[in-house]
């Protein structure tokens, strides 16, 4: 059976619904495969004429061994249908005239790639708590910059034996997303706004999460928490499929042949997205070099070129938001890979984060680093540019996430000479941030309304815009409690019928 280690005691281990049904080890690490199962070139060759689901029912196999046969395909039918995406390929390519190939991850309910794993994380999650948890009710608490809130308001929304509770911060998330939180359907679902930032909202839910006299309080109502954030790895695995798929797509259109590498482009923020390519090519797919995307807040650029990682900085609000982080989570996960598994030394590091907000790998790591990714970074400026320039050029529209992603590999590939065949991961649908894909056209207008934009947008385009967000009009506003950080806890009780 595979198990789960923690990255900061290797001690720890754990079945995958157990890792998945805790979210996150008790030390405060992540939990990670002991091994990397290996994807045979045969292996890959069969995945070529099967459909997304059989794809991902492969994939998660090889990790979720203590799920029956039957399960992992009822959790993968369930969640890649196209009575959930719009699109019957779930992840599609689209070629670009320069030959590059952009792997479209938005057309899911919430038109943003969380959805690729948040549509399976509460299947996944049902059947780990149904081994391990002994009839609890889960909560999920979620404290959200905006796309991860309402993705797993949306998978989640009326799950049995489950209820979540999303926080977003009051003045940090875009029209769009704090409209599709606000409305959101489903009986077991609750959204609150706090008086803060983004950081507040999330050390809020931790201090929550941690409180061992609000654990008691729920285990008394039977009640258990968990986390749908990136950290829990039940969201990470679905995230190796659609690269494994992708590959699979190259080659059944020819432009690859088995064997010839890819590169891989990814707009990064908390590092889950590009770490499932990294896994990807662990497992044995032919990945050539991971190209790491950020906006203005370029710790990770700074990072994977010097060997050191320093969050004290300026935090720069940019057009592309969900990028918008200082500390990358997932990259604990990437660290204790390339240390060799080394428990000890992910202590220090992680602890000299918490302390002094920076640290500095091995020489030996950060040439290992170096050998397996690239990174760069753009402002808003130039990211504009490259939404303008995709859609001159290809008539393609993409969102600034994507264009942060496209400006990137343009700079890498005149950089480096290196005309490796390349998929470019597009995050999130361009409608989601009508407001600055307008800018960047020259046609945004400031009297215009959300709503105005996205008709502007069209009108300017063409694109067609998805149902779920052109049908936000016409929603009831469900949620309006705005509370201050303190508060959260109480906000926490009441929505569970908890009496303090
Ligand atoms: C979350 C998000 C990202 C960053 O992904 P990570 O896995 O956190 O690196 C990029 N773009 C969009 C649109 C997102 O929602």
Redesign the pocket.
């Known amino acids: 059976m595979m198990m789960y280690n923690s990255t900061r005691d290797s001690q720890v281990s754990v079945s995958a619904a157990q890792a998945i049904a805790q979210g996150i080890s008790k030390d405060g690490g992540l939990f990670v495969p002991e091994r990397l199962p290996e994807l045979t070139r045969e292996e890959l060759q069969d995945l070529v004429g099967c459909t997304y689901v059989q794809r991902a029912t492969a994939v998660l196999s090889k990790f979720l061994t203590d799920f029956t046969p039957e399960e992992v395909e009822e959790c993968t039918a369930a969640a890649y249908s196209t009575q959930r995406f719009r699109s019957p390929a779930i992840a599609p390519l689209h070629k670009l005239k320069d030959g590059v190939h952009v792997l479209e991850l938005w057309h899911g309910p919430t038109c943003?790639?969380?959805d690729m794993a948040l549509q399976i994380l509460p299947h996944l999650m049902r059947v780990s708590a149904g081994k391990t948890a002994g009839g609890k009710e889960i909560i999920i608490l979620v404290a959200t910059s905006?796309?991860?809130g309402k993705a797993a308001l949306e998978g989640f929304k009326d799950a049995e034996h489950t209820r979540i509770l999303v926080f977003y911060p009051e003045d940090g998330v875009s029209p769009m997303q704090k409209l599709q939180m606000v409305t959101q359907e489903g009986g077991n679902v609750a959204v609150c706004a706090i008086r803060g930032n983004f950081d507040d909202a999330q050390t809020g839910v931790k201090t929550i999460f941690t409180d061992p006299a609000i654990g008691e309080k729920l285990a008394e109502n039977g009640m258990m928490f968990s986390s749908a954030n990136?950290i829990n790895w039940g969201r990470l695995v679905p995230q190796i499929v659609y690269y494994v798929s992708a590959y699979c797509d190259l080659l059944k259109a020819g432009e690859l042949r088995m064997g010839d590498r890819m590169n891989v482009v990814?707009?990064?923020?908390?590092?889950?997205?590009?770490l499932a390519a990294y896994y990807a090519k662990r497992m044995g797919l032919p990945v050539g070099k991971l190209i790491c995307a950020s906006n203005r807040n370029k710790v990770l650029t700074d990072f994977i070129t010097t060997g050191t990682y320093d969050r004290n900085r300026e935090f720069h609000p940019t057009s592309?938001p969900?990028?918008d982080?200082l500390i990358?989570s997932?990259l604990e996960r990437l660290l204790y890979d390339l240390s060799g598994r080394d428990d000890q030394e992910i202590r220090r590091l992680m602890g000299d984060l918490i302390e002094k907000g920076v640290y500095t790998v091995s020489e030996k790591m950060q040439a290992a680093i170096q050998e397996q990714f690239a990174a760069g970074w753009c402002d808003d400026v130039q990211t504009a540019a490259a939404i303008r320039d995709t859609f001159q050029q290809d008539h393609y529209l993409c969102?600034t996430?994507t264009a942060v992603g496209v400006h990137v590999y343009k700079e890498y590939r005149e950089k480096t000479g290196d005309t490796t065949p390349t998929v470019i991961a597009s995050?999130?649908n361009p409608y989601k941030f009508s407001a600055s894909v307008l800018d960047a056209l020259g046609g945004n207008r400031e009297d215009w309304d959300e709503f105005a934009k996205v008709e502007g947008l069209h009108a300017l385009t063409g694109c067609e815009i998805p149902a779920p967000l052109a049908g936000l009009k016409d929603k009831k506003v469900r949620f309006s409690q705005v509370c201050g950080r303190e508060e959260m806890r109480n906000v926490v009780y009441g929505m569970l019928g908890i009496q303090e």
């Open positions: 943003a790639f969380k905006g796309d991860t990136s990814v707009p990064t923020g908390n590092f889950g997205n590009i592309s969900s990028m982080i990358s997932n969102d996430h995050t999130a």
